[in-house]
């Protein structure tokens, strides 16, 4: 990328882009408070993945809410995030109880190594339960091994539990179409309707949401809140308070599964948004891909972050319904993540009249010869590494192909991240040799952004502009 940091000014237009997916968001947390420190003057915030939640909270002065010690990932219900769904934990569980009843004759077997030592040892003692601990144990053996009781006690426990685990999954698959807000015919074998993604990212939409809507009520208010209300309280605070310290325009997008297309969700300021966001009734192209958040009525922005929160394939798509009289006709969509909606978003960005942008992206820079690290061997870790690469491969593809819409590109990310996507407990460093945490993530946003921006690049301009001032030219 071509290094453009003498050509920083703070009376460009300027955005801040949040990219990432999870555990990402802790360092984006990091990367806004030393921002906010110094007082970087940003025109809009823009998000995709868990920028979406850092980039709606940030547009209405309420990002300190994700640094806080107390805050969104600060608290220890952000390493419960992205579970593995009922229905997984129902086939793991089935698994080792399988394999425990079949097993069980050797573990049986394998006991008469401490029982017939223990026994001994009681005779050894003066005891004579020793001789009745042994005894008892022969006949229990006896009993369990005989021709007519061992062929036939084991199946029947598999049955019974392989039985119970089939019933337990048919009935949850009911409840979880019973509990969808709208109806979707679906097709596939019975095994994927029963099962379905094996992650579940309810608990951080309902996290990062809650975080929002505490911020719009005070606190106050029924949960979980009605999207209409949800969405016309956020429009309404941003919308009151634009121009203010604080207050910034937003720009968020999704990817819609059913229109095989990316949506933009957004809320700018006069001329920007008639630009971007087609009026009611207008034929335009963008009617079918480009929304206006303030627009009365709509109900887009949890229904965003719900997707946002969705990363394709590993989650189950957030659903949405669009009105009867937009380019959707009410048809219902499926929402959720793709990396490589970055780039989307970088020209959404552009047209918005941003003339410098601020890059945050929690993954590394590609490494170099003689820097493989071992791969994963646990599943949720060789998902959080496909998922991080995906993300370093769209922001480098973003770059390279964007950077010319921009009179500055400014990109603050690690040298060096362990912690991937769903790593919300922390990862092991293979190069440190010790346990990072998402609090030492966050931390390390704060260091990231200090260095490679704050001083690298305020700095720069700071001395550009008074040696300027100095000279008496411009």
């Not at 061992?150 to 029947?156: G, I, V």
């Not at 968020?252 to 933009?264: E, I, K, N, Q, T």
């Not at 890059?359 to 998902?383: C, F, M, Q, S």
């Not at 400014?410 to 092991?428: E, K, Q």
């Amino acid at each position: 990328m071509t290094d453009q940091r003498d050509l920083y000014s703070p009376e460009r237009r300027t955005a801040l882009v949040l990219t990432g997916t999870g555990a990402d968001g802790a360092y984006h947390a990091g990367v806004l408070r030393a921002l906010h420190e110094v007082g970087v003057k940003i025109d809009l915030v823009a998000g995709r993945g868990i920028g979406v939640a850092s980039a709606v909270l940030s547009s209405v002065d309420g990002a300190s809410r994700l640094w806080d010690p107390t805050g969104l990932w600060g608290v220890p219900a952000v390493g419960e995030l992205y579970g593995w769904r009922l229905p997984m934990r129902l086939l793991g569980g089935l698994v080792v109880a399988i394999a425990l009843v079949l097993l069980a004759p050797a573990l049986l077997l394998a006991l008469s190594l401490l029982v017939y030592p223990f026994g001994l040892l009681l005779g050894m003692l003066g005891l004579e339960a020793g001789n009745g601990v042994i005894q008892g144990y022969v006949r229990l053996l006896a009993a369990l091994f005989h021709s007519g009781a061992l062929p036939t006690w084991l199946p029947r426990i598999v049955t019974i539990v392989a039985g119970a685990t089939v019933v337990a999954l048919f009935g949850y698959a009911v409840l979880a179409w019973r509990r969808l807000p709208y109806a979707r015919r679906q097709g596939g074998n019975l095994a994927w309707l029963m099962l379905g993604a094996p992650l579940d990212q309810l608990r951080a939409v309902s996290h990062f949401a809650r975080g929002v809507w505490d911020l719009l009520r005070g606190g106050h208010g029924p949960w979980p809140p009605n999207p209409d209300e949800f969405s016309r309280r956020f429009s309404e605070l941003l919308a009151d308070n634009a121009g203010q310290p604080g207050f910034r325009e937003l720009l968020l997008v999704v990817h819609d599964l059913d229109a095989r297309r990316d949506l933009v969700f957004g809320l700018l300021r006069a001329p920007y948004q008639a630009a971007l966001f087609p009026a009611s009734g207008s034929t335009g192209p963008r009617r079918a891909d480009a929304f206006d958040l303030s627009t009365p009525g709509r109900t887009d922005l949890l229904h965003v972050l719900h997707g946002a929160l969705s990363p394709g394939a590993l989650t189950e798509p957030a659903l949405v319904r669009f009105p009867a009289d937009s380019y959707w006709r009410g048809e219902v969509h499926r929402l959720a993540d793709r990396p490589a909606c970055l780039g989307r978003l970088l020209e959404e960005v552009a047209a918005a009249g941003v003339e410098q942008v601020i890059i945050v992206a929690a993954t590394p820079n590609a490494p170099r010869p003689h820097e493989l690290v071992p791969p994963r061997a646990d599943v949720r870790g060789r998902l959080s590494e496909y998922l991080s690469a995906a993300d370093a491969a769209a922001l480098d593809d973003a770059l390279r192909h964007l950077e010319h819409r921009f009179r500055g590109v400014y990109v603050i990310r690690p040298s060096h991240n362990p912690i991937h996507a769903l790593d919300f407990a922390g990862a092991y460093d293979v190069r440190s040799d010790r346990w990072q945490t998402l609090a030492e993530l966050m931390s390390q946003g704060h260091e990231d952004a200090s260095r490679l921006f704050i001083e690298r690049v305020l700095g720069a301009s700071g001395e550009r502009l008074s040696w300027l001032a100095s000279d008496g030219t411009r």
